[in-house]
């Protein structure tokens, strides 16, 4: 297996994603940016593992490491807790997301106050 080919499309989707999140005003795209961004990463652990697998073919397996005789697949593990992770940031950041465009009617990132301002709490 070539793995030039998946490192290419995950070097370009990890570059689509921080140009999403750079230049995108709403927050519902940004997030949907470092969704991609992180199946990009998962892209990367995957072809890894494989590459790794494919150049190790001949190598003597050590018997206390792996009790079974072979090794688990640590790149699909690894992409695993990345969808976890990816799955806990989505629903954390939605929620955040609701409840700003409930006070505030909009969603646009560049319009978030990120500091508290007394004056705004007066009116």
Not at 40 to 55: G, K, Q
Not at 66 to 81: I, K, Q, T
Not at 91 to 116: F, K
């Amino acid at each position: 297996m070539h793995a030039v080919i998946p490192y290419v499309t995950g070097a370009l989707l990890f570059g689509l994603g921080v140009y999403g999140v750079l230049r995108r005003r709403n927050a519902i795209l940004v997030l949907m940016a470092v969704e991609l961004m992180l199946n990009a990463v998962n892209l990367i652990l995957v072809t890894a593992d494989a590459a790794v697998r494919a150049t190790l073919v001949g190598v003597q397996i050590e018997s206390w490491a792996y009790p079974n005789g072979r090794p688990a697949h640590s790149g699909g593990v690894f992409a695993l807790f990345v969808i976890v992770l990816a799955a806990a940031e989505v629903g954390v950041g939605l929620a955040i997301v609701l409840q700003y465009y409930r006070m505030r009617r909009a969603v646009h990132v560049d319009e978030v106050a990120l500091h508290h301002d007394d004056e705004q709490v007066s009116r």
